[in-house]
């Protein structure tokens, strides 16, 4: 059981999606970033204006090290940026910045979502290293019950992957309203916040139906007899 095409024909697309979807990300960061928004604030300024606008005290923003590594920290209360974000006045840099801060937001505001998908992070962190060494196990010993454990476990994920995806999606959609209501891009430069916001949302997708698959996937062996 090395090599099995049913796991190629019902993960494979999803993975492939996944790939692309990381690609498309990059290239829109990549090709957006080389247009800079007319109020010439970089990313770290709009965070901060953001922040300041929306009423919220008690977050700082950092400069984190690695490409695309940007993200809220609910525990730190940080909102960490990339180099390529903090310090770039460009469309996309805007776009990211507002994005996290709109997880900051979604956090001041107790978004459901959000505390929902912080309370889940150990079990999903479980869920994929256990849940996954389970289920493969299973498949080698040809045991069942080791397959349907890790089933559970991975199950965790699925759920962890599929709550992101309201998070993600509305704290992209605070940023769009954020960034042009309060006047940090104009129309035209709102076409390009949209563009990467979509991208990125995009990956969150691939993430949760390559999960779902995989998780069919393994389903299909409680059922079959070999
Ligand atoms: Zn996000």
């Known amino acids: 059981m090395i090599f099995d095409p049913r796991y190629f024909f019902v993960v494979g697309p999803f993975m492939l999606l996944a790939l692309a979807a990381s690609f498309y990300v990059k290239s829109a960061f990549r090709q957006w970033s080389k247009y800079g928004i007319r109020r010439g604030m970089n990313g770290a300024q709009i965070a901060a204006e953001v922040i300041r606008a929306a ?5 700082r923003i950092e400069r984190a090290s690695g490409f695309l590594s940007d993200h809220y920290d609910p525990r730190e209360r940080v909102v960490r940026l990339s180099p390529q974000v903090h310090d770039s006045t460009s469309i996309a840099a805007c776009a990211v910045a507002a994005h996290e801060v709109g997880h900051a937001i979604q956090h001041q505001h107790r978004y459901a979502p959000l505390a929902l998908r912080n309370a889940a992070v150990p079990t999903a962190s479980i869920g994929s290293s256990f849940g996954v060494g389970a289920m493969l196990l299973g498949l080698v010993f040809s ?3 080791l397959i349907a ?3 559970i476990l991975f199950c965790a994920v699925v759920l962890f992957q599929l709550i992101t995806l309201p998070v993600e999606f509305d704290a992209s959609r605070r940023a769009k309203a954020i960034l042009l209501d309060g006047g940090f891009v104009n129309e035209e430069e709102a076409v390009g916040v949209r563009r990467v916001l979509n991208a990125a949302a995009l990956t969150y997708v691939a993430a949760a139906l390559t999960s779902i698959a995989t998780l069919v996937y ?3 062996f409680l059922r079959s007899d070999d």
């Open 55 to 59: 009423g919220i005290q008690g977050v």
């Open 143 to 145: 045991a069942k019950p």
């Open 218 to 220: 393994y389903l299909g």
């Open 149 to 151: 454990i890790g089933i």
